[in-house]
């Protein structure tokens, strides 16, 4: 139920992503020309023949990106075709000087099938998000046109670098089937599954901020318990997590007001305005036909053969979903702790790091991690998962120092208070390990039994009126011992050996 100021209205969203990520390679994907083109490059410095798409020339597929597409797909538990073609989408800009891109057919499977992605939903539970397919296609080189007063430029460094593009499915047939996404939370979380697949497979940065990631959103309403889907809109080029957000909720409140005013959506293509955080017609839909696909003749069918498959199945680390797994199965973490550090690799190599061959330490890594070091970003690198200490750098708290910790409150070398203290010294930049820093401030634990029986003898010996109370009955009195003793100790000695004492003494 989509909820418009906090009420929950009588409408339910439906969101197709059509999620574009620039596969890594060094080459282009018809291309020998350098596929990097960041913005310190040169324009028009990394353009072969091909990409200028002069006369005669002909595209060579680069397999790197096929093996790159495989392995996204096989990262989405989906199909791979043995068999796909490449098609000529046609359309005329200055950015794309072949007059088409070459991309694979609307109509046939591309090279990735079937599969889906495991989220949250927003009920909490595992929810699937079906994969339509992920095709390779060439993206397009860039337009500047506010460098000049009356001329426009264009770079084609980006041009026919290649692209996938993951589409989601939506089984129109079985409208009643919940496992598309349903919220503009859900499409974040989507999206940063999809980033994350891809840069644990070294498949692309999917990096939102470069451009390396980007998603057509289309977005439609319909009233709960309806058995059709209706009209969408597709709002094109979406480079924020926070303005496909804002872009989702605003068409949802748009067409759902168009509805409710007896009015009919119309099927468009939006643009969305990062000022105001609306969405305005760009032009009437497209479709297929428009784009005369047809097989491009300069390139063969592409054919996977089960070898290379299997050669890519087993190259693949391990996927944040299988980590996640793991969390919850073998260290016996709670669902949202798995989910929280498994948003990023480097973040799930830290805790793995911290944790090393101690399985017990998980829980409490984990919540130290969850409450503490990610309220400090700037005290904890988390790419610094390799264990490193560097003499001399500023204080950053490693995972090596997190397992000092946990291990010292559970050797019972330190308490949990003197723990949380320990923590604020690392993060005001205090040097040395957790057991340096407590021995430093004298904050290692009495554990030795004589020290505080005498402590605990004391206390029973100055508050006779108590202790007559305690063994009247009145139990609850154990706290004010226990709160004596650690005052005579200077909080130093351990709770469960006072409190063993003290019961035992007065009982
Ligand atoms: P195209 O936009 O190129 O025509 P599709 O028709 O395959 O491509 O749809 C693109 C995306 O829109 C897919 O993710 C699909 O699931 C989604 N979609 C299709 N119909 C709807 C709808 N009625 N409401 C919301 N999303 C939809
Ligand atoms: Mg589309």
């Not at 020998?32 to 020339?57: C, E, H, K, L, R």
């Not at 605003?250 to 168009?258: K, L, S």
Request: proline content about 5%; charged content about 30%.
């Amino acid at each position: 139920m989509f909820t418009i100021k906090g009420k929950t209205t009588d409408w339910e969203l439906v969101i197709g992503l059509e999620t574009h990520i620039e596969v890594l390679s060094d080459s282009k994907l018809f291309s020998g020309a350098s596929a990097d083109y960041n913005p310190t490059i040169s324009p028009n410095t990394q353009v072969s023949m091909v990409d200028a798409a002069m006369p005669g020339m002909l595209p060579v597929l680069n397999e790197y990106c096929v093996e790159q597409a495989i392995k996204m797909g096989l990262g989405l538990n989906a199909e791979i075709s043995r068999r796909s073609r490449f098609a000529r989408k046609q359309y005329f800009y200055p950015d794309l000087p072949q007059g088409y891109q070459i991309s694979q057919p609307a109509d046939e499977p591309p090279i990735v099938g079937r599969g889906y992605v495991e989220i949250t939903g927003d009920d909490g539970n595992p929810k699937k998000i079906f994969i339509e397919r992920a095709h390779l296609e060439q993206d397009a080189g860039k337009l500047k046109h506010d460098a000049h007063p009356t001329k426009s430029f264009a770079d084609y460094n980006r041009t026919g670098v290649a692209l996938l593009e993951i589409v989601t499915y939506l089984d129109v047939k079985n409208p009643e089937n919940n496992s598309y996404i349903s919220s503009p939370d859900e499409a974040e979380r989507y999206l940063r599954e999809i980033r994350e697949i891809a840069r644990a497979l070294g498949v692309s940065k999917a990096n939102m901020e470069e451009g390396s990631m980007r998603a057509d959103v289309n977005v439609s309403v319909r009233p709960v318990g309806s058995n059709e889907f209706r009209t969408r809109t597709e709002t094109k080029n979406m480079v924020s997590f926070k303005f496909i957000k804002s872009a989702i909720e605003y068409e949802a409140r748009r067409q759902i007001e168009i509805y409710e005013n007896g009015g009919t959506v119309s099927q468009d293509t939006m643009r969305y305005s990062a000022s105001d955080g609306t969405t305005s017609v760009m032009r009437s839909k497209e479709d297929a036909l428009d784009y005369r696909y047809f097989p491009d003749p300069d390139l063969l069918e592409l054919i996977v053969e089960d070898d290379m498959i299997e050669r890519i199945r087993n190259t693949m680390p391990e996927l944040p979903a299988t980590t996640r797994a793991r969390y919850i199965n073998e260290l016996g973490l709670a669902e949202y702790d798995a989910a929280r550090l498994t948003e990023s690799t480097d973040i799930s190599r830290w805790f793995d790091t911290a944790v090393g061959d101690k399985p017990a330490r998980a829980k409490s890594i984990a919540n130290w991690m969850i409450s503490e070091l990610f309220a400090h970003p700037e005290n904890w690198d988390e790419k610094n998962a390799v264990d490193r200490a560097q003499p001399g750098a500023p204080r950053i708290i490693r995972p090596s120092d997190l397992a000092e910790l946990v291990d010292m409150i559970s050797d019972k070398s330190i308490n949990g208070k003197q723990a949380k203290e320990i923590f604020i010294k690392m993060l005001d930049d205090e040097d040395g390990s957790p057991r340096e820093i407590a021995k430093r401030f004298g904050m290692e634990q009495i554990t030795d039994t004589s020290a505080i029986e005498a402590a605990v003898d004391d206390v029973i010996a100055n508050n006779p009126a108590q202790v007559e109370q305690y063994r009247g009955g009145k139990v609850g009195l154990l706290g004010f011992f226990v709160g004596g003793v650690m005052k005579a100790t200077g909080g130093k000695a351990n709770p469960a050996v006072v409190n063993e004492l003290l019961r035992k003494k007065l009982g």
